[in-house]
Each structure stands twice: as structure tokens, then as C-alpha cells.
């Protein structure tokens, strides 16, 4: 008999998990150039606060919309050169995954295939604002995940048990 790898989502050797990507799309874009044409003019590199988010949810059956959410907001002193914000998305299937596997599979394996188009559309996006590209390090979604997985149990940890306030109190 042989071992299934642990984590594999396989509930049946003879239906292995599969994953198929249907589509993918830019959801939104805006991209805000406030100080053009003063901005453009050089100086100094800017400082870009960064931040990425990824997201998923049913689309219904075996389908499933995976977004990647990116905000970068370009400074140079206390002048805003520019602000871009970027939602992409895949559209992906996913057929015998187990509850515990496809989670992982939608907010980490689905955002790294999407990941390279994405920062595409953000360097053009940066390009065409008149900027160098803004060209984005490889990103570690499996960090991401594990830090959405902490807060979500830091979040059900301090939460009160449902109806803990009107539960009668012992006499």
C-alpha cells in the first residue's frame, strides 16, 4: 500500500486533488501621479511603503476568485510622487481538496502563479506614470499565510465565547 505525502489533500488515490486556472484579470487599478509634472523632474530615490495582501473565496461549486491586493505609495521627503494600488485576480478550479488543504492551495500556490503577472502590471503602471518600474522581490506568501492564520487564532483567542455575557451566572 503506499503512503499518501502528508498534506496532499488526497482523499481518494483514485481522484487526485487538481488545480486548473481558468482565467486571470486585473480587477482594479488606480494609479495617482499628484505631483506631476514638478515629480518627475528627478532628485533623490524615493521611499515606497509597501503592502500586500492576498484573498480568496468561493465563486461557486469548484471554483474559486484568488486576489492578490498590492499598495505602494512613493514619497520623496513629505511630497507624494505617486500612489498605485492593484487588485489581481485568478479564477482558479480546485477539485478534490480536503477542507484543510485548499485553504493553503488558494492563499499560497494560487497568488505565486499570479504573482509574476501582477508585478508586471505594476511596473508598467509605474512606467507609464512617468517613474522607473516599480519591480517587485519575489514575495513569501507562505509567510503571509501563517501570519493571516496567527491573527486570526490571536483574534478568536480574545474574543468572548458566544453569549458569555448573558449566560446565566451560578447561584
Known amino acids: 500500500m503506499a503512503d499518501t505525502p502528508a498534506g496532499s489533500g488526497a482523499a481518494n488515490p483514485a481522484n487526485p486533488p487538481q488545480m486548473r486556472v481558468l482565467t486571470q484579470y486585473v480587477k482594479d487599478l488606480s494609479f495617482e ?25 468561493s465563486a461557486g461549486g469548484d471554483a474559486y476568485e484568488v486576489m492578490i491586493k498590492i499598495n505602494a505609495n512613493a514619497k520623496r521627503g513629505e511630497d507624494t510622487l505617486f500612489i498605485v494600488e492593484l487588485e489581481y485576480a485568478g479564477l482558479f478550479e480546485l477539485r478534490n481538496f480536503d477542507d484543510r488543504s485548499r485553504e493553503p492551495m488558494l492563499l499560497i500556490e494560487c497568488p ?60
Open 33 to 57: 501621479n499628484p505631483g506631476a509634472p514638478e515629480s518627475l523632474r528627478g532628485g533623490e530615490a524615493p521611499q515606497i511603503d509597501l503592502g500586500i495582501d492576498v484573498a480568496g473565496r
Open 112 to 171: 505565486r502563479l499570479l504573482f509574476p503577472f501582477a508585478q508586471r502590471v505594476l511596473a508598467d503602471a509605474t512606467r507609464d506614470g512617468g517613474f522607473m518600474p516599480l519591480m517587485l522581490q519575489p514575495v513569501d506568501f507562505a509567510g503571509l499565510y501563517r501570519q493571516q492564520v496567527e491573527k486570526r487564532a490571536q483574534g478568536q483567542a480574545q474574543a468572548p465565547a458566544a453569549g458569555a455575557e448573558d449566560a446565566p451566572k451560578p447561584n
